[in-house]
T-cell receptor, first 116, second 118 residues
Framework: AQKITQTQPGMFVQEKEAVTLDCTYD???????LFWYKQPSSGEMIFLIY??????QNATEGRYSLNFQKARKSANLVISASQLGDSAMYFC?????????????FGSGTQLTVLP | EAGVTQSPTHLIKTRGQQATLRCSPI?????VYWYQQALGLGLQFLLW???????NRGNFPPRFSGRQFPNYSSELNVNALELEDSALYLC?????????????????FGAGSRLTVL
């Protein structure tokens, strides 16, 4: 079974609008961490936002927020006021410290294109 | 502060040859992770080194190997190259020690080494 599922291979959004990138995960561990990374065409993975499984509130970092719905096992990334520079590949990832020895498991990614 | 540096940026080899990729971590980072990203695919975990020892490896054949040096830099070696080894190889580092869920101990990635096997 897929640990991390990103069902949107590609998304388009108009500049200055908000966009939601979907991510669902599968784990039986009570303690885990969820991450979003951005990968521009240059290749480098850029950390955006983190959510711990015990965090009561949704994480926010500037224009990025994580819509964490634990019961549904979803961790959607919301980007507000999209900018042209947001065009990139976005990966959702999970760490299960009791199971995967601290490495991250990544989803297949969503290619976001911001239209002018 | 210098980020995670990887070399070479690009590497072209032929089938059967060996490739060596290098990674220098951020100062203070002792854990090094290697990931393979084939074209159009997500990241697949390859290897994890911490304090000079291999801690875990992903579902890859033994011809993928590596090591970590006393200065915490790392090498990834791929022997007997096959066409499907063509990919972007990403190195990521983090500080070692107890698990930290504060977000401050995230993986920091390098820009990758693109290996092309002809």
């Amino acid at each position: 079974a897929q640990k991390i599922t990103q069902t949107q291979p590609g998304m388009f959004v108009q500049e200055k609008e908000a966009v939601t990138l979907d991510c669902t995960y599968d784990t039986s561990d009570p303690s885990y961490g969820l991450f979003w990374y951005k990968q521009p065409s240059s290749g480098e993975m850029i950390f955006l936002i983190y959510q711990g499984s015990y965090d009561q509130q949704n994480a926010t970092e500037g224009r990025y927020s994580l819509n964490f719905q634990k019961a549904r096992k979803s961790a959607n990334l919301v980007i507000s006021a999209s900018q042209l520079g947001d065009s990139a590949m976005y990966f959702c990832a999970m760490r299960e410290p009791l199971r995967s020895a601290r490495q991250l498991t990544f989803g297949s990614g969503t290619q976001l294109t911001v239209l002018p | 502060e210098a980020g995670v540096t990887q070399s070479p940026t690009h590497l072209i080899k032929t089938r059967g040859q060996q490739a060596t990729l290098r990674c220098s971590p951020i100062s203070g980072h002792t854990s090094v992770y290697w990931y393979q990203q084939a074209l159009g695919l997500g990241l697949q975990f390859l290897l994890w080194y911490d304090e000079g020892e291999e801690r875990n490896r992903g579902n890859f054949p033994p011809r993928f190997s590596g090591r970590q040096f006393p200065n915490y830099s790392s090498e990834l070696n791929v022997n007997a190259l096959e066409l499907e080894d063509s990919a972007l190889y990403l190195c990521a580092t983090r500080a070692g020690g107890p698990e930290d869920y504060s977000g401050a101990n995230v993986l920091t990635f390098g820009a990758g080494s693109r290996l092309t096997v002809l």
